[in-house]
């Protein structure tokens, strides 16, 4: 499945941002999706995944209770909505896709990644 991330930009500390994710299968339902972030210096690292169906979500600690992830199955897109964003947040944001069982939020490893979107906070 390919991937497109969009809706990176430049926000202030204590802002709120959303990216999307475009995907080209027309069977988005068969993955696990999920998203990425990896900032300057440091390895990528998890954010946060949803189940096929959408019922079940996981996320890092680092942004449990800010970030929220959704997904539209029948227009083939995944969001991340994220608030309270801080300047450690700052990084680009990868969407990824895994081949799973329904119920399952296990992305890692992702079996696609799209290109990263950039997410700047300033303060």
């Known amino acids: 499945v390919q991937l497109q991330a969009s809706g990176g930009g430049l926000v202030q500390a204590g802002g709120s941002l959303s990216v999307s994710c475009a995907a080209s299968s027309p069977t988005l339902s068969n993955y696990i999706m999920g998203w990425f972030r990896q900032a300057p210096g440091k390895e990528r690292e998890f954010v946060a995944s949803?189940?096929?169906?959408?019922?079940?979500?996981d996320y890092a600690e680092a942004v449990k209770g800010r970030f929220r992830i959704s997904r539209d199955n029948a227009k083939n897109m995944v969001y991340l909505q994220m608030k309270s964003l801080k300047l450690e947040d700052t990084a680009v944001y990868y969407c990824a896709a895994k081949t799973g069982v329904t119920g399952d939020t296990n992305i890692r490893p992702p079996n696609s990644w799209g290109q990263g979107t950039l997410v700047t906070v300033s303060s």
């Open positions: 949803i189940s096929r169906a959408g019922t079940k979500t």
